[in-house]
């Protein structure tokens, strides 16, 4: 069955009424948590783990990725209406859009945002419909010393891309391997660094993990700042359409920040703010009016929010097919899949193939949706950003452990959420990047295990495991992305 086949499917269960209400409640709250400076999608599916556990699994992750696809766009209200960008790829956006908002263009400048999403998300969308299925063919091929090499070159990707330095994204990853090997050895049957406490032999549960680091942490760190002044809010004026010359010079950067955006989603750590940044940095050069950038310019908006929304649709390609994830927000999505007791790689193609495309399905209804329902709903939204943060960051401490109790109804659990809620707070105040952590802590024990099966395969001989050529070309790719920045780094210094 072709991909067109497949996605009919997909689209015959994403449009019942069950899941059309999932993926609307994914939008919705998509867009308040991106509208809400801190909050992020990340946290936000964290906390929701506990909650849909309980939930069918196609609902739940039509859900997320609706989430996902909203928080990028909402972000970009709080970027042009308070020069605050609610997730990092909403930074370059605020440039140009709140210079535009402060001259009374704000209106024009949520619209190009607003458009420019779906059209990425859409483009993005296809792309990931045809590539993911080619992908997961080619993967099945893969054994377990490529996948050992795939979770090394994510590893090396992750610590050294992310954050101030190397050393400290190495640190968070540490931490996340070290935590991942607690409870019983899969191939053993020992028990490890369980230091006697039954409760820890089915190890750490990366749900709370996830919640402590991401919710109790953030909340820690906003309550340890000395000001939570709610700032002051640019006004929409206006009409939302966009003047005829506002379209011509915004549709081709969209189609630009699409391109640029979705292969930089599928690379580990290409994040959103690279390509954001890449296609400002274009589009400032291809115009014909660069003086007015810096002051306002409508090209600086479009193209960087469609790089933004098309990096979303390519998190998902690696993340679907390999079982690899690429960003914190991914990594998450990696952790409900596993709470599901799903892995997501090219047997997923097979196995789990109609939660797969009615999600990719229900990416299509989602970009629809936020375009339908966000535009008439700006006012509504900036209206969140009214609400007290002491409010806001109380609720989601109360939340969290509400429900990581829920789960287990263990006290081990609160206290672990405690502790990696201090840690997170750790993080944030040295600048530790907490993403390598969570990657290492859900990536780890899969490189462990893959190791000693490649190992056993070759009878013990680390050179024979890894010295297939596929294997060696990732693992020279993971030594290129630790050597070339550091490289760059030490030529500017020089």
């Known amino acids: 069955m072709g991909a067109l086949d497949q996605l009919l499917n997909g689209f015959a269960q994403a449009l019942t009424l069950t899941n059309i209400g999932w993926c609307l409640l994914g939008t919705i709250l998509g867009t308040a948590v991106g509208i809400l400076p801190g909050i992020g999608p990340a946290l936000t599916i964290a906390l929701l783990l506990p909650v849909t556990a309980y939930l069918d699994a196609?609902?739940?992750?039509?859900?997320?990725?609706?989430?996902?696809?909203?928080?990028m766009y909402g972000s970009s209200t709080t970027s042009i209406l308070l020069n605050t960008p609610g997730e990092s790829g909403s930074i370059v956006t605020a440039v140009e859009g709140y210079r535009m908002a402060k001259a009374g263009r704000g209106a024009a400048a949520l619209a190009t945002a607003a458009i420019g999403s779906f059209v990425a998300g859409t483009v993005g969308t296809l792309l990931l419909t045809f590539l993911a299925p080619a992908i997961a063919r080619m993967a099945i091929a893969f054994g377990p010393a490529e996948y050992f090499a795939i979770a090394v070159f994510a590893f090396?990707?992750?610590?050294?891309m992310l954050g101030t330095s190397p050393a400290r994204g190495v640190w968070s990853l540490f931490l996340g391997i070290t935590a991942g090997v607690v409870g019983i050895d899969s191939l053993t049957g020992q028990s490890r660094f369980t230091m006697g406490f039954p409760t820890l032999l089915d190890g750490i549960s990366i749900v709370v993990v996830a919640v402590g680091l991401f919710a109790v942490g953030e909340a820690l760190w906003v309550a340890s700042q000395p000001s939570?002044?709610?700032?002051?809010?640019?006004?929409?004026?206006?009409?939302?359409?966009?003047?005829?010359?506002?379209?011509?010079?915004?549709?081709?950067?969209w189609l630009r920040g699409t391109f640029i955006g979705f292969p930089f989603g599928a690379l580990p750590a290409g994040g959103t703010e690279i390509p954001t940044f890449?296609?400002?940095?274009?589009?400032?050069?291809?115009s014909s009016r660069p003086e007015e950038f810096g002051h306002g310019?409508?090209?600086?908006?479009?193209?960087?929010e469609a790089a933004n929304n098309a990096a979303v649709a390519g998190v998902l390609v690696p993340l679907l097919t390999l079982g690899l994830p690429t960003s914190a927000t991914a990594a998450i999505m990696l952790a409900a899949f596993q709470e599901y007791g799903?892995?997501?790689g090219p047997l997923l193609f097979l196995t789990n193939a109609d939660l797969v495309w009615s999600l990719i399905a229900s990416l299509y209804i989602g970009n629809l949706a936020l375009l339908v329902l966000n535009l008439p709903l700006v006012g509504l939204w900036v209206r969140l950003l009214t609400i007290?943060?002491?409010?806001?960051?109380?609720?989601?401490?109360?939340?969290?452990?509400?429900?990581?109790y829920s789960l287990n109804r263990s006290v081990t659990d609160l206290v672990l959420l405690l502790l990696f809620g201090l840690v997170g707070w750790i993080m944030r105040r040295f600048d530790i990047p907490v993403a390598p952590c969570i990657i290492g802590l859900i990536l780890g024990p899969m490189a462990e295990e893959q190791l000693r099966r490649a190992l056993s395969i070759s009878q013990g001989s680390l050179v024979d495991a890894l010295s297939r050529p596929l294997t060696l070309v990732i693992l020279?790719?993971?030594?290129?992305?630790v050597v070339v920045p550091a490289l760059l780094s030490r030529r500017k210094k020089a």
Do not use: C, N
């Open 58 to 71: 196609t609902g739940a992750f039509i859900m997320f990725a609706g989430l996902y696809y909203g928080a």
């Open 156 to 160: 090396a990707a992750v610590s050294s």
């Open 228 to 253: 939570m002044r709610i700032q002051e809010v640019e006004a929409v004026r206006g009409s939302l359409w966009m003047t005829r010359d506002e379209w011509r010079r915004s549709w081709k950067p």
């Open 278 to 286: 890449v296609s400002y940095t274009l589009e400032k050069k291809l």
């Open 297 to 304: 310019a409508i090209e600086g908006v479009a193209g960087p």
């Open 342 to 344: 799903l892995q997501p």
């Open 388 to 404: 007290p943060q002491h409010f806001l960051y109380g609720g989601i401490l109360v939340f969290s452990t509400l429900g990581v």
């Open 476 to 481: 020279a790719l993971a030594v290129l992305v």
